[in-house]
């Protein structure tokens, strides 16, 4: 038997013991790849020292985690409220309307009424003898003559009708509708008469 089988006889022998120390079957090879793990860790360190740091005096160091500084932040100070004053309300005084140039009229159109009755007044007159009156009223003369229950015809000194007979008892009724001042009479009694001013 040669130098190398009896080596390799050896080391089957030696296999067969050491895998019967370590309680047979695959625990034995796993012993081997431990140890063989641990041999290769161990030379890596002895022939690379820069894979552990050291010390200044060549002592190993442990890694030091990072630490990050926080920035100190000044502690919050909580508002001042300051309390608001509300005035009261003060009720504003109303304004009066701005007043219009030409008054305007709501009111409907009225009805102005003139007697003619001269013996009843002082001076043998229209009672009234001057009215004033808005534009689109109307004036009715009245004939109330209880004295001669004669006839008077009504006279428009600006032609604004065609003279008018008005009996004892009857009426004539003219409505104005425009702005201005306007005569009226009697054509048997020239000294009777009268104005109708329209505003």
Known sequence: MGFISERYVKFLDSWDEFNEWCGGGSRGLLAVAALALLIIALLAVVLDPGLIPTGDDGGVVADETPTKQVAETEPTVAPTVVPTYTAPDIPTPPTEPALLETPVTTGLPELHTIVINPYSTKNFEFDPINCT???????????????????????????????????????????????????????????????????
């Open 133 to 199: 009156i808005a534009r689109n009223d109307s004036v009715i003369w009245l004939n109330e003559d209880t004295y001669s229950e004669g006839i008077y015809i009504l006279t428009s000194a600006e032609g604004l009708w065609q003279p008018v007979n008005i009996r004892f008892g009857s009426e004539f009724t003219y409505t104005f509708n425009s702005s201005g001042t306007y005569h009226y009479g009697c054509e048997y009694f020239h000294h009777i008469n009268g104005t109708i001013t329209v505003k």
